[in-house]
């Protein structure tokens, strides 16, 4: 129980109110996402065109579509992996393992829909039922973070997140109790995080490409972009699948609805927002703007992979020739941190770079809406949010040595701005 934990967690994201908040905002705000994409004005600001009734948003087929992913996913993630990898070292001083087979598991899951498509299966047809889909999951998700606060109910103490255990039953159902809830060796956070949404995101994106292509003759030049950019990032995740092992929602964050709701309803059906306007919303694009685009996305990445790279390397290997001779801040627990290279620009020049992709995948849709700009203020805001989170974290293990390195690199995200 919370009382067994020691000195109580300050509460994130409003307290109570803000989790109470949030386990509506947030559900609400996707499904009008949806809606919109699909209507003519396009209205990020404005009412949802129309407010579905239960016959249009349930539906038993899309529930087992939703089923039979899961557990596909699932299957991918038990198969023999090339690698497994130890976390962090937990309170209890021991480490869990991790397979490492993530973009086998993408490479698989392609193999298996090229078969299927190749035999008749009509993934054109997934955009018509992503309304149900998105319900299907948010049902699912609500019910699988009840069974995650349950499970937590009879895990040991050593094994509940620093937050999350608050006491309040709401606050703690968003922020999610235990820490690495598992069955066996089966890991569920680190399981959703990357697989079934983030793989999901990819293959709703290609049925919009097929379903434009259905209706147009051809994708589009801007569904092309959106799709190959957002490629490239899910890819780029699962080949570096080990990074997320040191990341906030492994090592510190419950998992509960925020992460759940997050990775398996979220992360699928308003990352992919984009390629949805696309395809009820055509944007003309010609070669010079694409390139320019390309170039913007290029950049970001390159940022975004370099600060990531340079940091994971570090921590695995300071004496790594491609790091050894950057200059570090001692600190008191025997860690150094970076404060020349990317870590020298700004504190989170992965941000940055993330943030430099989030335009170049709204960029084709051009200007003429604000919808597909979602993407990057929603983005902005949770990125400002979690470097915030992260320096209070940083600030309470590093102490002295955190200021000094807020001293030395005083921009946060970016150069002389922020
Ligand atoms: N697409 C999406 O929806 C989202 C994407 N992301 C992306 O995920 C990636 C990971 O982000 P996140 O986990 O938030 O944070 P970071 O990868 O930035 O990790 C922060 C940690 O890095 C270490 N660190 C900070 N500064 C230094 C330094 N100067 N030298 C060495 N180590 C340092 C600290 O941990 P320690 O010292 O313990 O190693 C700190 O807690 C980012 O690229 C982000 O953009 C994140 C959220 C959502
Ligand atoms: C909906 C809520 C307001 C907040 C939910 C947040 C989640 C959607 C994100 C929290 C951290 C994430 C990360 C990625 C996806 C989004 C979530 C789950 C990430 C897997 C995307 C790909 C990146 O390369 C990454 C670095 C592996 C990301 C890790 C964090």
Not at 202 to 225: D, T, Y
Not at 291 to 320: E, H, M, W
Not at 377 to 399: I, M, N, P, S, W
Request: hydrophobic content about 50%; aromatic content about 12%.
């Amino acid at each position: 129980m919370a009382s067994l934990q020691g000195p109580r967690a300050p509460l994130e994201f409003g307290g109570p109110l803000g989790a109470a908040g949030l386990l509506l905002l947030l559900p609400a705000t996707m499904f009008h996402l949806l809606l919109v994409a699909r209507s003519g004005p396009a209205r990020l600001l404005g009412p949802p065109p129309y407010l579905p009734g239960l016959e249009v948003l349930w539906s038993p087929r899309a529930l087992l579509l939703l089923l039979t992913w899961l557990g596909l996913q699932a299957a991918l993630y038990l198969l023999p992996a090339r690698k497994v990898a130890e976390g962090q070292e937990l309170k209890d001083k021991s480490r869990l393992c991790y397979p490492i087979n993530g973009f086998q598991a993408l490479v698989l899951t392609a193999l298996l829909v090229g078969l299927g498509m190749s035999i008749g299966l009509p993934l054109g047809a997934l955009p018509e039922m992503l309304l149900p889909l998105a319900f299907a999951a948010t049902i699912t998700t609500f019910i699988f973070s009840f069974l995650l606060y349950m499970k937590a109910q009879v895990a040991p103490a050593s094994a509940l997140a620093p937050g999350g255990n608050s006491g309040n039953l709401i606050y703690d159902f968003f922020l999610g109790r235990e820490l690495n809830p598992r069955i066996c060796s089966f890991d569920f956070k680190y399981f959703c995080e990357l697989r079934p949404g983030l793989i999901g995101w990819v293959f709703i994106n290609l049925a919009l490409l097929v379903q434009e292509a259905e209706q147009r003759g051809s994708p589009s030049l801007a569904m092309w972009l959106v799709n190959g950019f957002q490629l490239l990032y899910v890819g780029d995740a699962l080949w570096h699948e080990e990074a997320i092992l040191t990341t906030m929602d492994i090592t510190h964050d419950g998992f509960g609805f925020m992460l759940a709701f997050g990775d398996l309803a979220w992360v699928p059906f308003t990352y992919s927002l984009q390629a949805q306007f696309l395809l009820y919303h055509p944007q003309p694009l010609g070669l010079p703007m694409a390139a320019v685009i390309c170039l913007i996305n290029a950049i970001g990445y390159y940022i975004f992979r370099g600060a990531n790279s340079q940091k994971n390397t570090f921590r695995k290997n300071p004496s790594d020739p491609s790091v050894s001779g950057l200059e570090t801040i001692p600190t008191a627990t025997g860690r150094q941190l970076l404060v020349s290279g990317w870590w020298g620009m700004v504190r989170h020049p992965n941000y940055l770079g993330d943030l430099i992709m989030a335009l170049a995948w709204s960029l084709p849709c051009g200007v003429s809406h604000l919808l597909p700009y979602f993407y990057v203020l929603y983005f902005t805001a949770l990125l400002v949010h979690r470097e915030a989170r992260d320096e209070r974290q940083c600030l309470q293990k590093y102490g002295r040595a955190w200021q000094e390195y807020c001293r030395r690199v005083p921009y946060r995200i970016l150069p002389y701005i922020y």
